[in-house]
């Protein structure tokens, strides 16, 4: 086995995006793992779980000869197949276990035998994670960031799209990043996210980017965590601040998260199962404010909700929406933002409305220092 190829240059794995087959469990693959990977077992979770139990009990070889012994005949051939498979699709594809071990050795090894030699990852997925989370520490440590924040509503995902040094974070969470920013199908698992987050980085720091605009979110959009060092970066980064009046930024929300996401849902769940799903993800989220809203607003709030659901179930009209938008931004949203960027004003850099935050992006140096600004 030790004269097998073995892959050690972790950049171009991600750089190049080579295919890659995870011999790991289901389980395994599940926790965490890498954009260009399919998951092709050596072992199903319960195999896995009797070899480790073996190892623990008699050792290393009796858990072998287990592993070769469950591993074997007809699974071993159906296996086999499953890997050549794949390799006709992709025959550059790289193999990977956990560790770089015996797993993706052994396979490696049998591959050979049947006449393909394919190299196997050094270090395996554990390398590969580390290399990862080094690539993320470095841009977040010697890149040059700027935050684009704004009022709830303001368009500011929307403006990511034309700036060309924008990094969507919302976009690698699957989530709009509020308590209504649920979208149906779900977020990926942390490390996923963490995973497709320091790809793209590096990725775009290889073709010489340095300086990056990232719209501004809390630690966590919806369940998804920032790594630690890219937050405190983003809470040091200087910061460009688009102005937009309430009445527009109360039909943003009501067309994001009302009117598109309904539609979302029928889309991904069905007529029968989309609008029950989407109503109650509406009301879901109203109550994970009731705390911070008090119980009389809250209260006044889903009631105007769900008024406003009634009215869309009846007519497909979703402008009675905007009654308990405009209210909750009025007094939940628009003075705790007011009141955060008023703890931040020292790093405001400009301010303006969208075309002008646009334009600025578009000509913007990276010498430039932040600017006096009223409070908000």
Not at 266 to 283: K, S, V
């Amino acid at each position: 086995m030790s004269t097998l190829p073995l892959a050690t240059d972790y950049a171009r794995i991600f750089l190049d995006e080579v295919p890659l087959i995870d011999l790991r469990a289901p389980v395994e693959f599940k926790e965490g793992a890498f954009p260009t990977a399919v998951s092709l077992p050596l072992m199903t979770d319960e195999e896995r779980a009797r070899v480790g139990t073996c190892y623990k009990q008699e050792g290393q070889a009796a858990a072998i000869a287990l592993g070769h012994l469950l591993v074997g005949g007809a699974v071993r051939a159906a296996r086999m197949e499953s890997w050549l498979a794949r390799l006709r699709q992709q025959p550059d594809a790289l193999l990977y276990c956990f560790r770089g071990g015996l797993r993706s050795q052994t396979v490696q090894q049998w591959l050979a035998e049947a006449g393909v030699t394919r190299p196997r990852v050094a270090g395996g997925y554990k390398a590969l994670r580390h290399f990862l989370i080094d690539t993320q520490a470095k841009a977040s440590a010697e890149c040059d960031w700027t935050v684009l924040t704004g009022m709830t509503g303001s368009g500011k995902t929307h403006m990511l799209a034309h700036i060309t040094q924008a990094v969507d974070l919302e976009g690698h969470a699957r989530h709009r990043g509020s308590s209504f920013g649920q979208l149906p199908g779900g977020q990926p698992g942390n490390i996923d996210f963490e995973n497709r987050l320091a790809i793209e980085l590096l990725q775009r720091r290889n073709r010489g980017e340095s300086q990056f605009v990232l719209e501004d979110e809390s630690r966590l959009i919806g369940r998804c965590a920032l790594p630690l060092n890219l937050y405190e970066a983003m809470c040091r980064a200087p910061l460009v601040v688009v102005e937009v009046p309430q009445e527009a930024r109360a039909e943003q929300i009501r067309t994001d998260y009302v009117q598109d996401l309904w539609l979302r849902y029928l889309e991904f769940h069905g007529p029968d199962a989309g609008w029950p799903l989407f109503a109650g993800y509406l009301t879901d989220a109203m109550a994970r404010l009731k705390r911070r809203l008090g119980d009389k607003d809250y209260r006044e709030l889903d009631g105007l909700l769900q008024a406003a659901l009634r009215e869309q179930a009846q007519s497909g009209d979703t402008r009675a929406h905007l009654v308990w938008i405009r209210l909750l931004l009025t007094r939940y949203y628009d003075p705790m933002y007011c009141y955060q960027l008023d703890n931040k004003r020292e790093r405001i850099l400009f301010r303006g409305d969208k075309e002008a935050c646009l334009a600025f992006f578009a000509k913007r140096s990276p010498l430039q220092t932040p600017q006096e600004s009223p409070t908000c």
